[in-house]
């Protein structure tokens, strides 16, 4: 699992509403990867929007990952940060382990690269 | 038939028993998506999810239709098999592709509004008793309850909040899912859809419908 993906997913177990504490989700015994990939420009530029920047800068700072505070004014003409969003966001994986919700404590497990997020019936 | 259609002999592996294989209804969204290329292409998408990729054939066959193009191609199942069958499909082909194992899109929470640009489905549509609705791993993939609508009508009025301005929806349905009522329902939400394919297949007529946002 890519931290893009971890960007994006949230605690949903029932009564978890804490929008502060259930996002982003702590890892926990993280085995992490890092993949090459081909980096491309334009790609990055378009998913800017899409990220949680803060969710970012806190899960990063978490497994020491580097990347820049802010977002440039010109992102697509700043090759310094967009090598280290691309790193850190799509060269970076989370092979095993799992992710723990600040609001409730759910542990959701990272099982060979894929997150488990199913509840049981009494957590939805 | 332009694209490849993605290998999935790994399927006959006993630990992807459960697991749906690539059937008519598959290679029908594959045919409609195929021809959609230079349109979905022009949308330059940037996010991309499949709920219920199963093997994962689409997930993958989305990817070489919108390549060189690239995009978040994210793969969704209960059935955790068919995660892992979707992410060792997917590994063949060039892309970047995310697995969760989570029912719909559960799993993102808000994170995905307005966000999706291609949305994929292709659901337990088989008529069926309710009972018979997730009762195993190999049930979740095609039992769909009464009309065949009982997991997708979970799903549906979600579809709108999903779809970013340009998105597209792409859903599998037989004649029984009463497809001119799914098509009127999303439309009270503000979305356009259309039968864009059809074919008959043994006892099943199978038509891929498509939404977007009205204008």
Not at chain 1, 62 to 84: C, H, R, S, T, V
Not at chain 2, 46 to 51: A, G, H, N, P
Request: glycine share 6%.
């Amino acid at each position: 699992m890519r931290l893009i993906t971890h960007n994006m997913l949230k605690c949903h177990v029932k009564n978890c509403d804490n929008p502060d504490k259930q996002f982003p989700l702590r890892f926990k015994g993280a085995e992490l990867e890092q993949v090459e990939a081909e980096r491309n420009d334009e790609f990055l530029v378009r998913m800017i929007p899409r990220l949680d920047w803060r969710a970012l800068l806190v899960t990063t700072k978490e497994l020491g990952i580097e990347l820049p505070e802010n977002i440039p004014e010109e992102p697509e003409n700043d090759d310094a940060f967009l090598q280290a969003l691309h790193a850190a966001i799509l060269e970076t994986h989370v092979k095993e382990g799992s992710m723990v919700c600040n609001g409730c404590s759910h542990e959701y497990k990272i099982t060979k690269g894929i997150p488990n997020m199913l509840l049981a019936e009494h957590e939805i | 038939m332009g694209l490849a259609t993605p290998d999935t002999s790994h399927l006959s592996r006993p630990e992807y028993a459960t697991v749906y294989e690539p059937a008519e209804d598959t290679y029908l969204l594959l045919d409609a998506l195929e021809a959609d290329r230079t349109s979905l292409v022009a949308l330059r998408p940037t996010i991309c999810v499949e709920i219920g990729s199963g093997s994962g054939c689409v997930s993958s066959f989305l990817s070489t239709v919108l390549s060189p193009s690239p995009s978040l191609i994210i793969s969704t199942d209960i059935n955790p098999a068919a995660t892992r069958a979707t992410r060792e499909t997917t590994l063949e082909q060039r892309g970047v592709f995310e697995q969760c194992q989570t029912r719909f899109v559960q799993a993102f929470g808000d994170r995905l509004n307005n966000s999706v640009d291609v949305l994929v489905f292709n659901p337990p549509y088989v008529v069926t008793p309710n009972e018979e609705i997730d009762v195993t791993e190999e049930a979740s993939a095609w039992a769909g309850g009464d009309c065949g609508r009982k997991v997708l009508d979970m799903l549906l009025p979600q579809i709108p909040e999903l779809l970013s301005p340009s998105g597209r929806f792409y859903l599998i349905t037989i004649e029984e899912n009463k497809p001119n009522e799914i098509i009127e329902f999303l439309q009270l939400h503000g979305l356009v859809g259309t039968r864009v394919m059809e074919r008959r297949a043994g006892r099943e007529h199978l038509s891929v419908l498509k939404f977007t946002r009205t204008k």
